[in-house]
């Protein structure tokens, strides 16, 4: 299967490849986390890293997927989706069924406005919009 969960011990040998797809989704907000916080996530369990692997192609996609736990379902959160494989239909439903492997009842992602028609294209819904104040 293309789509391969990396363990943190094989971070050494897929982090030279899959860091700059991530790092375009980082750019797109500084302020939420650093390349290197993504990393550390990785290493730590607290964020899971899947790759996208195209056969006879290489790693075209990389997602930084998280899980949030409330009382009603548990969430796989893709917090990062990077690089042109990741976004594909038949690779967002290789995803979701990763998620819901994994235990999540619900899947969802946090994108700019300008994807939103991409992703209802996919199945997904909107159903929140994210309000932020530092405090």
Do not use: S
């Amino acid at each position: 299967m293309p789509l391969y969960q990396v363990h943190p011990r094989e971070l050494p040998v897929v982090w030279p490849l899959a860091a700059p797809l991530l790092q375009k989704c980082v750019d797109v907000d500084p302020d939420f986390m650093t390349i290197e916080q993504v990393e550390f996530a990785v290493r730590t369990g607290k964020m899971f890293l899947l790759i996208w692997d195209e056969p006879d192609v290489g790693i075209t996609g990389a997602a930084g997927v998280e899980f949030i736990d409330y009382p009603q379902y548990r969430v796989g959160h893709g917090a990062l989706l990077g690089g042109k494989g990741i976004v594909k239909p038949h690779v967002l439903q290789e995803l979701i069924a990763w998620m819901k492997a994994n235990g999540a009842t619900v899947a969802q992602c946090w994108c700019k406005d300008e994807l939103v028609p991409m992703y209802k294209k996919m199945g997904m819904e909107e159903t929140h919009h994210v309000m932020r104040m530092k405090i």
